[in-house]
Every structure is written in C-alpha cells, then in structure tokens.
C-alpha cells in the first residue's frame, strides 16, 4: 500500500484538519464529534441541509459545505456510516429555526444513525425531516443496503436542495424537493480497478488487467457484472442504456448529466465518457442542458466512472443555476 498518509487511524482527523486549514473562509471543522460546517452556521430563518457518509468518496460529503449546498456534513471513518453522535452535534449547530434535512444515502448504517440523530433533535425540540437517496439501477440489492443504494444523484440532490434552502423555501418544500430530484434521478458505475481501504492496506477485491466491473458500488461492491474490458463507446452505451430505460428517460427531457470519476481516473478519460454520453442522449432527443464532469462522489483511488442523469424542469435548473461557494462546487459567486 503507498499513500501520503502518517498513520492509519490519524488520516480522517488530519484530512480534515487541512479542509480546515485550507477552507477556513468557507467551513468551520469540529472534532470529537467530527464534522464539518459552514462558517456562517446557523443561519437563522433558513432550513438547515445536512448530509453524511463515510469518508473516502470527498469531495463527497465536506466538499460541498458552505453557500447555497450543504450546512454541515458528518464523515465518519473510511468507507463507514458516521455515528449518531456526530449526526446529532452537526443537527444542532446548523439550526437556524426553521428545521432541519437529513439527505441520507440508502445504506444500512447510514439510515439507522441518521434515524436515531433525527429522534434525538426532534426530542430538544428540533423540526428534523429526512429523505432517503437510492438512484443506483445497477442492483436492487447490495453488501450494505437494502434496495438500490445511493450514489451520484446525492450530489445533484445536495445542491439543489441547498438553492432552495438559500431561497428560505420552508422545511416541507425543501424536503419535497429533494424527493423530487431522488424519483427523477438514475445512477450507474463501473470500475477498472478496485481501491484500498487504508485500514485494511490490501485492494478491496481483485479485478484481472483485462477486465472491468460494470454496476460497481462506491464502497467496491459488486456491480452486474464481470467482463472484459471493452472500448469507452461500449462501457458508456451500456451503462447509459440501463439508466435511460430505468426512469425511463425520452424524448424531449431535459436532464442535469454527471460524468463522475471514481478517484483514480484522469479528465481526459471523463471527458471522452462524457462524448459518448453526449451522442447517445443526442440520438434519443434527450437535452442535457447542464452537466458536471470530474469527481464528485469518489471511492479513494478506485479507477473507473459513474454516469448520473436527472430529469430537470424550469424549477430544478434554476436551482441549480443559483449560485454555490464551497470548497469542491462554486459557481455565481
């Protein structure tokens, strides 16, 4: 195992120590508890958007604190669910008044602590309202959840949801908005390697130089299935067919389209990815009429993609538009 880390249990904590040392303007970092917010919390009279996950997939989820995105944000250990612990301290330290969302990805452990922070709040009086993320198509069923899991459309979900919050949308309207970009969100990956999880310092699982994983997990999980790796306009027309039938998208949407990178794959390859996607949404009168390329939501120095796809009305693409300040997504500022 080679990482620019000191010691394996210190690579959380100091990681964070240098979003804050390099993002103070932005965030404010706590610890024991940790988690992130942003450097105004609370922002009195506005909805608080909090989200959470294990560490290793950043900018996912600290990367996207600040204006206009997340209020706060709970890493807990690579590649595992955050403590209700961390959930509640970051609950109440962005309560502005106007109650607080949980955006919560669809794995196990993340929905029981998410659940029990959320009772805990609600008993000291906090208005708390959570909403599940499950866009993966690749499998119904996984290693750590029950149902699809959720993957990129979180990303998408966070700043929509944190656009209407700056709008002082109430707790119940952000809340539906964020239901709305999950029911109108699909997501899928693939990956060409498998990542190592500091901790246990060997890969996650083995994949042979000739082939890929398609429906790959962000956690390493398997995907549909294993086959021999193929040309990008293949990889991508599979995966972007299994998306596109699922909602099902068609002719005449208008979509938000991400093509992610898993950590370990560089822009010129995203960008290829995004190409393909291009021509295939093209083919199918499908608009994408704003797009993200890069890595958003990563899996340590996994190579490999995911494509994310939401279907966007006029409300979705304003929000998105809006402006955001954070320390992986700024725009309008």
């Not at 000191?6 to 970092?29: I, M, Q, R, Y």
């Not at 119940?172 to 901790?199: E, F, H, I």
């Amino acid at each position: 195992m080679k990482k620019l880390i000191n010691k394996t249990e210190d690579v959380v904590t100091e990681s964070l120590a240098g979003v804050a040392a390099a993002h103070a303007d932005l965030v404010k970092v706590f610890y024991d508890p940790n988690f992130v917010v942003r450097a105004d919390a609370p922002v009195m009279g506005k909805v608080g958007v909090v989200s959470g996950g294990g560490s290793g997939h950043e900018p996912m989820h600290g990367g996207f604190v600040g204006m206009g995105m997340l209020d706060a944000a709970c890493p807990g250990d690579v590649f595992t669910s955050p403590t209700p612990d961390q959930m509640e301290a970051a609950t109440k330290a962005v309560d502005g008044g106007a109650g607080v969302l949980h955006i919560v990805k669809n794995y196990t452990g993340d929905i029981m602590n998410f659940e029990m922070a959320a009772e805990l709040c609600q008993a000291e009086g906090i208005d708390v309202a959570s909403v599940v993320i499950d866009d993966d198509v690749a499998v119904q069923d996984s290693l750590y959840t029950a149902g699809r899991r959720g993957v990129g459309t979180t990303v998408l979900a966070e700043k929509i949801c944190g656009a209407g919050a700056e709008k002082r949308y109430d707790l119940q309207k952000v809340a539906d908005l964020c239901r709305k970009v999950n029911a109108n969100g699909r997501s899928m990956g693939m990956a060409l390697t498998s990542c190592t999880v500091p901790a246990a310092g060997k890969p996650t699982f083995d994949i042979g130089d000739d082939e890929m994983e398609i429906g790959i997990g962000i956690h390493g999980e398997p995907g549909r299935e294993r086959m021999a790796l193929k040309p990008a306009k293949e990889i991508v027309a599979m995966m972007a067919e299994a998306i596109i039938t699922d909602l099902p998208f068609k002719n005449g949407d208008n979509v938000i389209a991400m093509v992610n990178g898993m950590g370990g794959t560089p822009l010129i390859e995203l960008y290829l990815v995004y190409n393909e996607l291009e021509q295939i949404c093209q083919g199918k009168g499908i608009t994408i009429a704003r797009r993200l390329v890069g890595n958003y939501i990563t899996s340590l120095e996994m190579a490999g993609t995911s494509i994310t796809l939401v279907k966007a009305d006029g409300e979705l693409l304003e929000l998105w538009d809006a402006p955001v300040h954070t320390p992986g997504l700024r725009w309008g500022v």
